[in-house]
Each structure stands twice: as C-alpha cells, then as structure tokens.
C-alpha cells in the first residue's frame, strides 16, 4: 500500500480513536462503538496475526460490555430506589423513541420523564418518583464515566498493537 495513504488511513483511524473516547459525554452517543469501528479499521487496513488477534479479541469483548453497561446500570440504580421494572421498561421505550425522532439528549430527558410519570402513577408519591429518577440519573453517570474507562483501555491495547506491531 502507499505508505501516504497507509498514513493518511492510520490518521484516520487514531482521529475516530480520540473521538470515541471523546465523546463519551454525549448522552447516548455510542463512543465505546465508535471506538471499536475505528479499531475495526486498523485491522481491515494491516490484517491480524495471532498476537493482534487477541487483542482484537479483548477490544471486542470490552465493546459488550461498554455497550451492556449503560443499560444495566441505568435501571440498577433506578431499581436501588425502589423503581419497577415497568417504569423502568417505559423510561426505556421513551429513550428509544424520542433520541429516534429528536437528539440523544431529548431522549435522556424522555427516559427520565416516563420514570418519573410511571412511578407518580403507580406510587402517587412525588418524592419517591423523584428519588427512582435521581436513581436512573446516577445509574447513568455512573456508566458515563466505567464507558469513558473501557474506550481508553481500548484505545491503550491499540496503541500497544501499533507500536509494538504485535504478531
């Protein structure tokens, strides 16, 4: 390959790489995915060998579990106030829906909402809704910051990968 679009393509890949990472504060931006797809990259572009392979591996096993960890902690920490798992459901369906036709953001408020009404409805208690909401809201803090950690664990094995040229 010619070594300017060897390079050019690497800048590339590091570029998403940093993004991924980056943009972990953005409510419901899939950085641990674009982190991956940008590693994904690098492998498409120079190939695997047994030692990068493993790597790879690893980076694809941390994709799981940044993308599971958001879910589970989110209604782990709705469920420690004491939510039910059908709020819990509708604040999730309402995430769905609205990040779909309006931002991530609107969709973070969505969720936040519907567990609120849910549990107003359910409990008829204000400062037990809100409670379950502070719940959901720490559950996703929480997961901001594991998913921050798990994008730059994938971006240091990469790192190892390109400067060592494992094999």
């Not at 902690?73 to 469920?79: C, D, E, K, S, V």
């Not at 559950?139 to 094999?167: D, E, N, P, Q, Y």
Request: proline fraction near 2%; charge should be positive.
């Amino acid at each position: 390959m010619n070594p300017f679009l060897q390079g050019s393509l690497d800048t590339i890949v590091v570029i998403g790489i940093l993004v991924g990472i980056l943009s972990n504060f953005i409510p419901f931006f899939p950085a641990v995915t674009v982190t991956w797809l940008s590693i994904l990259g690098y492998a498409l572009i120079h190939g695997l060998n047994w030692g990068s392979g493993v790597i790879f591996a690893v980076i694809t096993l941390l994709l799981v579990v940044g993308n599971l960890i958001d879910n589970v902690l989110m209604g782990a920490g709705a469920r420690q106030k004491g939510t039910s798992w059908i709020a819990i459901a509708a604040s999730f369906a309402a995430m769905v829906v609205v990040s779909l036709i309006a931002t991530p953001l609107g969709g973070l408020v969505a969720a936040l909402i519907a567990l609120f009404v849910v549990e107003v409805i359910r409990i008829r208690d204000f400062k037990q809704a809100f409670r379950s909401m502070s719940g959901m809201s720490m559950g996703c803090i929480s997961a901001t910051i594991i998913r921050f950690f798990i994008c730059l664990i994938m971006g240091w094995l990469w790192l190892i990968w390109f400067l060592f040229a494992v094999k």
